[in-house]
């Protein structure tokens, strides 16, 4: 339990102390975390859809006080549920899937 209410709470309060805008646009980013000592933000950059609407191609950007980072292209397949073919969970087990839930909805969640 306590495990789930760590980072929780630092979500929480990276949510709270959040008062400035993008450097960069005024886009919403689409995960907040915390890791090390450092509050970083994650934010759709570009995405272009593939195969009729069911996948997107996609880049994000990862902004902190000290960086900003875009990623190289990545492929979702929002029918899948999978983000370069490996599965999203719905729930994370691990700092590696951090934000992959809020990924998926990000890029897929305006399907239509």
Not at 43 to 66: A, M, N, Q
Not at 78 to 103: F, H, N
């Amino acid at each position: 339990m306590k495990c789930l209410l760590l980072p929780l709470i630092a979500v929480l309060l990276v949510v709270g102390c959040q008062g400035k805008q993008s450097k960069e646009s005024k886009e919403e980013p689409f995960y907040y975390g915390f890791q090390m000592g450092i509050s970083y933000k994650l934010f759709i950059h570009e995405k272009e859809r593939l195969d009729e609407g069911i996948g997107y191609k996609f880049r994000t950007r990862f902004e902190s006080d000290t960086r900003t980072t875009i990623s190289d292209w990545r492929v979702a397949n929002c029918l899948k549920s999978t983000i370069d073919g490996q599965l999203v969970p719905a729930l994370t087990r691990s700092g590696v899937e951090r934000g992959m839930p809020w990924m998926i909805r990000a890029v897929c969640g305006d399907m239509g």
